[in-house]
Each structure stands twice: as structure tokens, then as C-alpha cells.
């Protein structure tokens, strides 16, 4: 446990001096900064003021931005990492490969989902100061979905990291592998699937799978339990999960996801050349 | 204490090491020579357990890719290009010195034996030193653990005279270590080896053992007259310290084990050498 908490820091301390990062949290604390300068928290849709709709403000952008940042800042640095010689001398240290690798993943599962954290923190002690209510049970929710999200594509980023051998060709599949995640995000995309005779069950269950799709709808949940926006499919979700069943499954099933990538990984990584 | 049983390692459809037999025992110095693609680096890298290969790599009957930490613990690395870690310096010693079980200050005496100052540098991200610091980092952090086998890939190429001397007065006090060091050249690791192995397209196609008595704590008192002034020898001879008030005679010391290297710069200005002295001093 000491060499992986040693890791840990050591992948914590390269990245917090590394430049994605200071973009990285420039864009995550700067996206709460706006909304709060462009006076997000005083407008009012579906009747949501204050924090409560900075948070659904900031939780949807957070779907855009933090996925595709944890894949390819996460893919970029550990394949560079080997190409640049980081592996070959770090590696003749005399360290588990298992403590090598948990203790990256957990260094760079503190290092992503920090920053996302810290500016909703921000964002509620600021809204603390001015008086305003705090919804806790969203910021709650909020946490849990964003701390999923992350360990999920931290996952499938370390496993994309272990199969490719040169960071372009793993920023070139993490790439990909987004824009997968995000055609089946796409609605319209769905609906032709149907139209052209693919079961609605299918598309549901694609729905259900695709974690940028998971984080949406669950986001979509807290604020709109009977999920009136996706229409139909709404009633398949909820006969199905119930609104907490949702929330649970939106957490738990990219938690599993991505162990489930980081462990295939950690598994090629010690069969395979390491450097 | 090391063993390679026909050990072979292919990328794609290339095969790197063909073959290869070797048997390192303890108390061999040994020159790994060869020019770039012989197979140096991959066969470092078997012997550090970070590849996969066919055949058998044994570090005291244990193999590396399995027993990696037990391995490990044993062996002082220093790459030939420096990682670009940005962490500090001395956090770099310190996560060294805890994976390996060892004193931070250990490795700090080694560094400032070599002349860095540690307070300076201790808070510097190692990526932003110059060549020859990072350099005397890895040394330092080799050198500075109980290492009992140490592989070095061109170690002291980027040191100036003064820390070459130091580093070879360093591998002096490792008498019981093994030492694989690898090199483009062979003047360059002469002096501090007993034994050549040197390797062509992934065989050895040299294994032979070098008779030197020179103390690899010696210096040589050097004086070298020219027949005129000359600016090119001037500069490269200014890069050994050595000093002149005219730009005719030259004074200075070169250290034991460097006189091989030393001597293949004045070959470059044969045409204007008159006179060469060298006479050993004892001590370091």
C-alpha cells in the first residue's frame, strides 16, 4: 500500500505542474465563475433559481467537457509518459506493477475529478455567503454522478493507454471512442435506428450502456423526475429503475464500467512490454 | 549472479536479440559495446524484467519479470536520456529512496560529492536541469542506494572532467558491485571495466576480458607543450581545465581512467603536439 500511496502522489505532484491541468481546472473553476458573472443564479427556467440552477447549468456543461477531457488528457500523458522513457527508469525501480498502476489511477482519479469538485465547492461557499439556499441533496447527487463519470473515463482512458503504443495513435482511439459515446447520445441518430426496424428495447438498452447517455438522463432526473423531456422512453426508464433506482444505476454502473476497463488494462499492461 | 539462456526478443517481424547467451559473475565490470540497433538497450531492458522475451533472463536464479521487486532492489539503473519528470528533485529522491529502501541523504552525499547543491535544486522540477545535472541526479540516486548491481547506459556523458573523476572514485568504492556499463564507444568505459562484451544485430560478437591495473582513484599530472598557438585545441583542452599562460604550454590532471579518452582528443591535433608528459600522482 505504501508504494501505490507513493505512486499516487508522485502521478499528483507531475500533474499538477503539468499544463493540461492548469487548463483543465482553468476551464471547469472559469465555467462557474461565468455563470455567476452572466447572473445564471438570478434567471429562472422551469422554475429554477439561485444555486440549484447554476448547478443544472454547470452539470450539463460538465457532460460536454469532462469526458473528452479525462480521455485524451489521460491517454496524451500515460502513453507519452512511456514514449518520453518516464516508464523505463521509473520502472526499474523496484515496484509492483500493481502498485505501479493502481497508484497512477487513483493519482489521476484525484487529479480529474478535484478540480470538477472544487468549483461546485466554490460555487455553494459562494452561494453560502450570499445567503442563498443550499440544495444538498442535489450537490450530493451531483458529486456522485461527476465522481462516476470520471472513475468511467479514467477507465476506459488507462485502458486505451495500454493498448496503444504511441500517444498519437491513443489520442486518435480515445477520440473515437467519444464520438461513439456520442452519435448513440444523439436522439435523431435513435430514432432512425427505430424507424429502420431496430427494437426500442435495443435503443433503450444502448441508452442504458452508453455512460455519456447514463450521466445525461441521471442529470436530467434531479431535476425533472418524470423525465417529461425524453418523452415516451421516459416510462421504459422509470417502469424500469424507479427516479432513485436511475440515480443508483447512473452511479454504480460507470463505477463498474470503468473498473472493469482499468482492471483489462492493468491485465495487458502486465503481460505486455512495459516501457 | 546473471544469466541469459538464449534469450530472443522481436518487435513486429524484427527480431532484436537473437539468441543470446551470457553468464555476468560476480566481481565483472563489463563494457557493453556496439553501435546503435545491437541490441543493447532491449538487452537491458530483459534484464530489468520491462520486456518480454523468449528464453531465460536469471538475477541471482530469480527472474525479474516475476520476482520484480526482490530483482530490483539489487540493481542501480541510470538511463542514457534522462526521464522528463517534473517532479522536484527532492522528491524524486525521496520516492526513490522509499521504493528502494534506502537514505535520501545517501543519495544527497553522492549529489553533492558530484557537485550539485542540493539546496539549490531540491525544489527545481528535474525536467528543467541542465543535461549534466540530471545526470549526476540518476548517478546519485544509483550510487546512493546498496545497489550490488549496477547498469549504466553512457553515465558519464554528460559530465564535465571534474565529475568524471568524482563518478569514477564513486564506482571505485563499489568494489563487491557488478557493473554492466553500456557504450557507443569503447574509450569512453575502458579504464573501468575488466571485461568487453560487445554486440552486432543482436548477437555478442565479442566477449573478452580486459587486463587494466590503473586505479580508477589515480590522476595523472599532465603537461603538453604545442608547436603553436592554436584556438581549436585551446578550446578543447580548456574543456579538461587545463591552463596556459601562453597558449603554447598546458597544464592540468586527467584522471586515471580517463587517459584513454583524453589521449583520443590529442590524436585530433597530432600535427601540433611537441611534447606530452603525463605522471601518476597517488590518491585522489
Request: proline letters at 4%; hydrophobic letters at 50%; aromatic letters at 10%.
Amino acid at each position: 500500500m505504501k508504494h501505490l500511496w507513493l505512486t499516487a502522489w508522485a502521478d499528483i505532484i507531475e500533474s499538477l505542474r503539468a499544463k493540461w491541468f492548469i487548463v483543465y481546472s482553468g476551464v471547469f473553476g472559469g465555467i462557474v465563475v461565468l455563470l455567476f458573472v452572466f447572473g445564471i443564479t438570478e434567471s429562472r427556467i422551469m422554475g429554477f433559481t439561485g444555486l440549484t440552477r447554476l448547478l443544472i447549468t454547470y452539470i450539463q456543461l460538465t457532460i460536454a467537457i469532462l469526458p473528452v477531457f479525462v480521455l485524451i488528457t489521460t491517454v496524451r500523458s500515460v502513453a507519452g509518459d512511456r514514449e518520453a522513457g518516464v516508464f523505463e527508469y521509473l520502472l526499474s525501480l523496484p515496484i509492483s506493477l500493481s502498485a505501479w498502476f493502481w497508484g497512477r489511477f487513483l493519482g489521476r482519479f484525484i487529479v480529474v475529478f478535484l478540480p470538477v469538485f472544487l468549483a461546485m465547492v466554490g460555487a455553494v461557499i459562494w452561494a453560502a455567503i450570499k445567503g442563498a439556499d443550499i440544495p444538498w441533496v442535489l450537490f450530493s447527487s451531483y458529486t456522485g454522478l461527476l465522481l462516476a463519470v470520471a472513475w468511467c473515463f479514467l477507465g476506459i482512458g488507462m485502458l486505451i493507454s495500454t493498448i496503444a503504443r504511441t500517444a498519437d495513435v491513443a489520442q486518435g482511439l480515445a477520440f473515437v471512442i467519444w464520438l461513439i459515446f456520442l452519435l448513440f447520445l444523439d436522439l435523431i441518430l435513435l430514432g432512425i435506428m427505430i424507424r429502420e426496424g431496430l427494437p426500442s428495447e435495443t435503443a433503450v438498452m444502448i441508452s442504458l450502456i452508453n455512460p455519456l447517455q447514463v450521466f445525461r438522463t441521471a442529470a436530467m432526473v434531479l431535476f425533472d423526475p418524470q423525465l417529461v423531456i425524453l418523452g415516451p422512453s421516459a416510462y421504459v426508464i422509470l417502469d424500469l429503475f424507479s427516479e432513485t433506482g436511475y440515480i443508483i444505476w447512473a452511479i454504480v454502473y460507470p463505477v463498474i464500467l470503468g473498473t472493469l476497463c482499468a482492471t483489462g488494462g492493468y491485465y495487458l499492461f502486465k503481460k505486455g512490454d512495459l516501457p | 549472479m546473471i544469466k541469459f539462456n538464449n534469450v530472443k526478443k522481436t518487435f513486429r517481424r524484427t527480431e532484436v536479440l537473437k539468441g543470446l547467451h551470457l553468464e555476468i559473475k560476480k566481481g565483472d565490470r563489463i563494457a557493453l559495446v556496439g553501435s546503435n540497433g545491437a541490441g543493447k538497450t532491449t538487452m537491458i531492458r530483459c534484464l530489468l524484467g520491462e520486456y518480454v522475451c523468449e528464453g531465460e533472463v536469471l538475477v541471482n536464479g530469480l527472474d525479474p519479470r516475476v520476482e520484480r521487486e526482490l530483482v530490483l532492489k539489487d540493481i542501480g539503473f541510470v538511463p542514457q536520456l534522462p526521464p522528463p519528470l517534473k517532479m522536484p528533485v527532492g522528491q524524486l529522491f525521496n520516492f526513490s529512496a522509499s521504493l528502494c529502501n534506502s537514505d535520501p541523504q545517501e543519495m544527497i552525499k553522492v549529489s553533492e560529492r558530484l557537485g550539485l547543491d542540493f539546496e539549490e535544486l531540491k525544489s527545481r522540477p528535474f525536467v528543467k536541469l541542465s543535461g549534466g545535472q540530471k545526470q549526476k541526479i540518476l548517478i546519485s540516486i544509483a550510487l546512493g542506494r546498496d545497489a550490488k548491481i549496477l547498469i549504466l547506459d553512457e553515465p558519464a556523458a554528460n559530465l564535465d572532467p571534474d565529475a568524471r573523476h568524482i563518478f569514477f572514485q564513486l564506482l571505485a568504492e563499489k568494489k563487491d558491485a557488478v557493473m554492466l556499463i553500456s557504450s557507443h564507444r569503447l574509450d569512453e568505459v575502458a579504464a573501468l571495466v575488466n571485461r568487453v562484451i560487445e554486440m552486432d544485430q543482436g548477437i555478442i560478437v565479442l566477449d573478452d576480458r580486459v587486463e587494466d591495473e590503473i586505479d580508477l582513484n589515480s590522476i595523472l599530472k599532465t603537461e603538453i607543450k604545442i608547436k603553436r598557438v592554436d584556438e581549436a585545441f585551446a578550446k578543447a583542452i580548456n574543456l579538461w581545465s587545463f591552463e596556459s599562460a601562453d597558449g603554447i604550454q598546458w597544464h592540468g590532471t586527467v584522471s586515471g581512467p580517463d587517459r584513454l579518452r583524453f589521449l583520443g582528443v590529442l590524436s585530433r591535433y597530432a600535427a601540433i603536439l611537441k611534447d606530452i608528459h603525463m605522471e601518476e600522482k597517488s590518491g585522489g
